[in-house]
């Protein structure tokens, strides 16, 4: 490949179609979450102004439930002392920067993740075009690759600050690249291993490695005069070996700290979540999730060692529970637990830095199962992000799964629901315990189209049991948080209501499917029929009322307009919830 080939993605068409299909989700995101307000025409179209009220962008647009702006790209015009201007995004937020809020300080780093999430469409316009209907008939990987969209709320939600584009398209998931990752050897002094109960070191990682490279990266050990016996296996992303580790941690390496054993022997292929890879060289070992000091929407993403700790406790007691409660388990709920962990600390940086700091984020990784031991015949995967993406021609894979499947649009919604909502109403309502169950962290496992159960994934660093005095196990008492009472229920209201079933209603709706009402009766009904089966907890229904008139609207896009470097605190989530005025409960009319 040559250097004009790294960039050939980058075409005038390309980057115009790009731009359009941002600044139509900036316009609807950024109203949704009242940071903009359009003005409605006398033509039926919409405008927004800009700061100094010289640039107009018009646009038609659908107003939905959940105050959901569906607007047209098609639609989209930029115009300025009466002549129409080109859509460029980094203009418009030049030219919005107070109405958005950025500061001097935010607005240059903030340009650079939408500058990185344009080039990245760009990329994915070269790809073949896949029907939504075809991609529905694909294999897992397939699926996640196949993906164009990314987190359906934020408006830069690609940005990956620190990949260079030859890094782009080694490791971005939608490139499909295979990746071997880096091993290195830790000394025990400074590095954890912990695993699930029955899980012994030497032999997990025999298991994952094989004979062969082990007895290689030993040999490497023991050629420089070191015991294998007084090391720990550590698998790192190649990026952060390259860009970080080598240099970062110079001292360690220097010292025979960490010794670099090489690459492994099995192909790997990175997920929607950037850091965590999927084994293509064997599909039923485990996943690896690594730690990666890239900025991406919102957050550095390392891995703390600290936390690595109690992960595996964790998803231990998280499995016991489903399995000992008849409601979750008659879902089909299953978790893919986080089975084992490797941290290491670096002694320096944690006397300089305090425990949320990136620098204690450089060295840990996790071992996650694979779902794909678990399925039946005829059964297939998929995450559950690809139910919001639409292809060329505005077909969405939903519509694509509800055709495949021969259901009602309605019969298809129920079944949807029961697998992967009513696990959450029960979670909350009979334990006070809430997940993050955005599209990238759930995998629906399907039949013919239809969703049989849902698999939750992410689990030690995303639970959380909101119950201040829950009896829990010492080592799992990390998930429990405080939280006031008025928020609790946003895990739901936000995190499932606004941040999913908006985007997947309105497309349902909008290609003339499942009109909104239906949607939303149907995620009613389930709610109740939830209720109904479960009346030992009728008081918890009584205080925290699902059917509620109107629920706080939680801006996420704001979080990261105002912090992009951290957007929360992560020993005070609630604590950093942008709350601006109420929606009004979808289903609150049924």
Known sequence: MTLADTVAHLSPERWEQANRQLIRKALAEFAHERLLTPEALDDGRYVVRSDDGLTAYRFTAVRRALDHWQVDAGSLTRHRDGAELPLAAMDFLIELQQTLGLSEEILPVYLEEISSTLSGTCYKLTKPRVTS????????????????????????????????????????PETASQVRLVWLAA??????????????YEDFIRQELGEETLERFHATLTAQGLDPADHLLIPVHPWQWWNKLSVTFAAEVARRHLVCLGEGDDEYLAQQSIRTFFNSSDPHKHY????????????????????????????????????????????????????????????????????CSPYRKMLAALWRESPVPTLKDGESLATMAC?????????????????????????????????????????????DLVFMPHGENVILVLKDGAVQRAVYKDIAEEIAVMDPDAALPPEVRRIRVEVPEDKKLLSIFTDVFDCFFRFLAANLAGEGILAEDGFWRTVAEVTREYQDANPQLAEKFRQYDMFAPEFALSCLNRLQLRNNEQMVDLADPSGALQLVGTLENPIAGF
């Open 133 to 172: 209907a075809e991609l529905a008939g694909s294999g897992f990987q397939a699926i996640e690759a196949g993906m164009t969209e990314g987190h359906p709320c934020f408006v830069a939600n690609n940005g990956r600050l620190g990949f260079g584009i030859h890094e782009y398209l080694s490791y971005a």
């Open 187 to 200: 000394h025990r002094s400074r590095a954890a291993f912990t695993a699930g109960v029955g899980i012994a």
């Open 288 to 355: 690896v999730k690594t730690a990666l000091s890239v900025l991406n929407m919102g957050f550095m993403r390392g891995l703390s060692a600290a936390y690595m700790e109690a992960t595996p406790a964790i998803n231990d007691w998280l499995a016991q529970l489903i399995e000992d409660d008849p409601v979750l388990r008659s879902t089909g709920l299953s978790i893919i637990r986080e089975r084992a962990a490797v941290g290491y600390r670096h002694l320096e940086y944690e006397k300089a830095t305090d425990p």
């Open 387 to 431: 139910l919001l993406h639409l292809d060329h021609a505005g077909a969405s894979f939903a519509g694509a799964l509800i055709d495949r499947s021969g259901l009602t649009p309605t019969e298809w919604l129920r079944q949807y629901l029961r697998a992967y909502y009513t696990p959450l109403l029960h979670s909350f309502y009979a334990y």
